[in-house]
């Protein structure tokens, strides 16, 4: 029993929501809004690697971004200009989609990885220097029906995002983070005379609990100095490129990165009431988790199976979502492999230019499949049905993880005999991510935040942080922020899923008084308009707004009522 706590703890600490394509560092939102209403009807076997030389690209984007700049072009060729570069830049977004998942298939392949490199930048060049020529444009009278208020708004926001000047910093952030992916998908330690991997470690049943802890400490802890120093000089180009563009700390940077409207400051006092509320909530749920997990532990999800129940469960909740489910099936825009090297974990992403999403996980047969299934799906989509990218951080996480919860409405039809068990599991990993979420936040913050910062003052703090959340309970410690692969591909992004968690676990409330009314709150927010804000897009689903503390001790009242309400959890409370 000892070996399979120790199992689940693992698995809990390795969860860490969906890693979504790492493209984000640049948000350039009004290059994304102009939707793609077909989709392909190509494979994606049959997609090519690369269609546009990026280089050529930039370089004809530079040549506009000088005629513009130095008025040797009427305002309105320039515009008809753009939009053909913009047009460009859609192809390159692609192009850089798709090397990202051949990569992902196999992270030991250095010349995909060299693609995806070289295009990840290029895009995050191209985009730049389009907003740059659009921030001239805007204020010419004579284009003042192309952008409104609201465009030019949108525009000045992005353009304080990047500069010519910060390439360098983002080839050596890219190279960076490319350094972490390789580290982990095949770092390995000497132990008793013989190599470990961390799957070795956990799936060897011949080994004692005693021997477990110990090859699997020494793995965390060599793991954890070697991941930790790429990291270090993460946090120095990222610094960096902050002050370069004269933003006051990373965290406001990638805040505005994610087109968020709250502050790293707000953020804060939303954690605190986290911290208050929803901890105490999260310990008291531990005991049925375990005893959950427990009889969850060992039921297969075979991929046949749970593709047929996904399906059902969708079609009953919200019919609609049919259709981008017989897409994804009819032209293989889903990966579910599995290889050793492989990039764990699981994403969505958007091929833009041929209105096709794309879902990558690894399957495992365990319980969590559906779950994994239905939060990719819910990005899956929005993405189908938008026709568009650049959706920001906050809202696009409502999508997938307001979908795992409303679908707790169909467990008879996912889980059969264990959907008890598998509801409680759903709300314990729902407190869980909104408190990682605050948690993980929290650590980022104090990284970015703390001059000449030691792997050993990260070590500390992580370590402080887990227990004043209760993450310890879980297993987790000092060390093991080196697991969560967003720290080091998608930075300050993870408060999103906390946010937006909120708002899904009140869809959940609302789906146990009326699953009708929850499905019609979900329905306006998985069909809003692109470009729709945070707080505009929950007001008019009914939802409160979900970084106000109020909102959050309100619900953990109503979730308080509902968890000791609900027979699976009320007998180990
Ligand atoms: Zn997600």
């Known amino acids: 029993m000892k070996r399979i706590v120790s199992l689940l703890l693992t698995a809990a600490l390795l969860f860490s929501g969906c890693a979504r394509f790492p493209l984000s560092a640049v948000a350039s939102a009004y290059l994304y809004q102009k939707p793609q209403s077909n989709h392909t009807d190509l494979c994606f076997s049959d997609l090519a690697d690369a269609s546009l030389d990026a280089e050529a690209e930039i370089a004809r984007v530079n040549e506009l971004l000088v005629r513009v700049q130095s008025e040797q072009i009427a305002a309105r060729q320039a515009q008809y200009e753009l939009d053909e570069r913009i047009e460009a830049y859609r192809t390159l977004r692609t192009d850089a989609a798709i090397a990202y998942v051949r990569y992902c298939r196999d992270v030991t392949d250095s010349t995909r990885k060299q693609a995806y490199e070289m295009l990840s930048v290029a895009v995050e060049t191209l985009g730049g220097l389009l907003t740059d020529v659009q921030c001239i444009l805007m204020r010419d009278p004579a284009l003042s029906e192309v952008y409104d208020a609201k465009a030019r708004e949108t525009i000045a926001r992005a353009s304080a995002l990047y500069d010519p000047s910060i390439r360098p910093l983002l080839e050596r952030e890219r190279a960076l983070i490319g350094a972490y992916e390789t580290l982990r998908s095949t770092f390995s330690i000497e132990y008793g005379g013989r ?13 004692s609990y005693a021997a477990f802890r110990e090859r699997y400490d020494a793995y965390c802890g060599a793991f954890n100095a070697e991941a930790g120093a790429i990291y270090l000089e993460l946090i120095g180009v990222r610094n ?20 968020r409207a709250y502050s790293p400051a707000d953020a804060a006092l939303f954690s605190e009431r986290v911290q208050r509320d929803a901890v105490p909530l999260f310990k008291a749920m531990l005991p049925a988790y375990f005893d959950a997990a427990g009889r969850l532990y060992g039921a297969v999800f075979s991929e046949e199976l749970t593709e047929k129940r996904v399906q059902t469960a969708l079609f009953e909740l919200l019919p609609e979502l049919d259709e981008p489910w017989t897409y994804m099936y009819a032209h293989e825009m889903y ?7 492989r990039m764990p974990g699981s994403f969505t992403t958007y091929f833009d230019r041929y209105g096709a999403p794309f879902l990558f996980t690894s399957w495992n047969d365990t319980y969590e499949m559906p779950a994994t299934l239905l939060h990719e799906f819910g990005h899956y989509a929005r993405y189908y049905f938008s026709g568009a990218a650049g959706d920001p951080l906050d809202l696009a996480e409502i999508d997938s993880q307001g979908l795992e919860l409303l679908a707790t409405a169909a467990y008879d039809e996912l889980y059969g005999a264990l959907k008890d068990a598998a509801k409680t599991a759903a709300l ?34 992580y370590g402080q942080i887990c227990s004043a959340y209760g993450l310890d309970l879980l297993g987790s410690d000092g060390r093991s922020w080196v697991q969560i692969p967003h720290t080091f591909q998608s930075p300050m992004y993870y408060v999103s899923y906390a946010v937006s968690m909120v708002a899904a676990l009140e869809l959940f409330v609302l789906s146990e008084r009326s699953v009708p009314d929850a499905v019609a709150a979900y329905r306006s927010i998985l069909f809003r308009d692109a470009g729709a804000a945070l707080s505009d ?37």
């Open 195 to 207: 190599r470990w991997t961390e799957q070795e470690i956990l799936s060897d049943e011949t080994l």
């Open 240 to 259: 960096d490129m902050a002050r370069t563009l004269g933003f006051p700390s990373y965290a406001e940077y990638g805040y505005a990165c994610a087109d």
């Open 335 to 341: 990966d579910f492999g599995v290889s050793e090297t």
């Open 428 to 461: 314990f990993f729902a407190l869980y991510t909104l408190i990682d979420g605050c948690a993980e936040d929290a650590f980022e913050r104090y990284a970015y935040g703390t001059e000449g910062v030691t792997l050993d003052d990260l070590n500390a703090a």
């Open 537 to 573: 897009t929950v007001r008019a689903a009914g939802l409160s707004d979900p970084i106000d503390p109020e909102t959050v001790t309100r619900l953990m009242r109503d979730l308080d009522e509902r968890i000791t309400s609900l027979d699976e959890m009320r007998k180990d409370l």
